[in-house]
């Protein structure tokens, strides 16, 4: 089967640094990618790893270890504005680039 | 450069009527998708296209139709609506489908669709 794991929710203090996980099972492996999703809006690209090891993109980090089927996002000096779903994808094996969707993490930030 | 748009923003549909939703992109982008998302889950994909005349299933295709006669625009036909296709749906595109894939899609708005 195909599963990809994700908590269902989060919350964290503005300026703190917040990990949010995802384990996945999918029939091959192409990609795994990040997307950050404020309610009522569609889903924009963080990030995407394709090699084990993390990946820095300004605030946000992306880290895959494919053995494991595991992957997790950091985000550091956090934001009200990253109150948002986060969500995990994995591009299947077999090209054309299908994505399988975890159900995302909500992560809510306070003062 | 507008990206992917989508249209209408909301729909509401009786049960047993059609309805087509549009999706236009003008980044060039030869792979197009459609997906659903239901509150509090993930997106699911309905069918995808790689090119002009090009299309295939994806998850959850049942109850919809999909044409792709340029490479713009990819519409999505639903037929005899039904509670169960109350929705969000998204259109996006991107570059290529290579392995390993590094190229990102990029969404368009949303349709929120109710069947009632």
């Known amino acids: 089967g195909q599963n990809i794991d994700q908590p269902t929710e989060m919350t964290a203090t503005e300026g703190a640094i917040v990990q949010i996980n995802c384990t996945y099972q999918?029939?091959?492996?192409?990609?795994l990618f990040w997307y950050q999703q404020h309610a009522g809006e569609a889903p924009t690209f963080l990030s995407y790893?394709?090699?084990?090891g993390l990946e820095e993109k300004g605030r946000f980090s992306s880290f895959l270890s494919r053995s494991k089927g595991y992957s997790y996002l950091l985000l550091k000096e956090l934001q009200m504005k990253d109150s948002a779903s986060y969500l995990c994808?994995?591009?299947?094996?077999?090209?054309?680039?299908?994505?399988?969707f975890g159900a995302g993490t909500r992560l809510a930030v306070h003062p | 450069n507008a990206g992917v748009t989508q249209t209408p923003k909301f729909r509401i549909l009786k049960i047993g009527q059609s309805m087509t939703l549009q999706c236009t992109q003008d980044m060039n982008h030869n792979y197009m998708y459609w997906y659903r998302q239901d509150p509090g889950m993930g997106l699911k994909l309905i069918y995808y296209?790689?090119?002009?005349?090009?299309?295939d299933k994806g998850e959850v295709p049942n109850g919809y139709n999909v044409s792709r006669s340029t490479t713009e625009d990819f519409p999505l036909r639903l037929e005899l609506a039904a509670p169960s296709q109350t929705s969000v749906y998204f259109c996006?595109?991107?570059?290529?489908?290579?392995?390993?894939?590094?190229?990102?899609?990029?969404f368009g708005p949303g349709t929120r669709l109710t069947v009632l």
């Open positions: 296209s790689v090119g002009a005349g090009i299309t």
């Open positions: 999918t029939s091959g492996f192409n990609g």
């Open positions: 790893n394709v090699l084990d």
């Open positions: 996006a595109s991107t570059t290529s489908g290579g392995a390993p894939v590094t190229d990102t899609q990029y």
């Open positions: 994808a994995v591009s299947k094996a077999g090209g054309y680039n299908k994505l399988i």
